[in-house]
């Protein structure tokens, strides 16, 4: 088995996910622990998703949300922010599915009062 590079353990760590292959069990762990406080101390919190959570949009949703509603297509939300266009499509169909409409028309509404911060080119 290849060693896992220490930002890939580290990360994985940080989602308690166990390694029973390599005899570890990190969800309580001090490295985990460690990972958490780093990204709080970014200024970055990991937001556990519950049932009444579970519909609000993820930050990254969110932007392309905007991008979208700004009239940006898929590609250029992909290329703004370093996303292949396929995993833009995903969040927007994510989003769609969220705020229950079926199309970008509807965004304008769904999205009122939210602020698009970047103008289309």
């Known amino acids: 088995m290849p060693a ?3 930002a890939v353990h580290i990360t994985l760590v940080a989602f308690g996910i166990s390694f029973p292959a390599i005899g570890h069990v990190v969800a309580d762990c001090d490295v985990a622990q460690g990972a958490r406080d ?3 101390a970014t200024g970055r919190t990991v937001h556990n998703r519950t ?3 579970r519909d609000d949009l993820t930050a990254q949703e969110r932007q392309v949300a905007l991008m979208a509603r700004g009239g940006l297509s ?3 939300i992909a290329a703004r922010l ?3 266009p396929r995993t833009v499509a995903w969040h927007v169909r994510k989003v769609f599915m969220k705020l229950g409409i079926r199309s970008r028309r509807e965004l304008t509404n769904a999205l009122a009062g939210a602020d ?3 103008s289309r080119a």
């Open 4 to 6: 896992l590079s220490f």
């Open 74 to 76: 898929n590609l250029d």
């Open 116 to 118: 698009f911060p970047l």
């Open 82 to 84: 370093f996303l292949s």
């Open 38 to 40: 780093e990204l709080h």
């Open 51 to 53: 049932l009444e959570t």
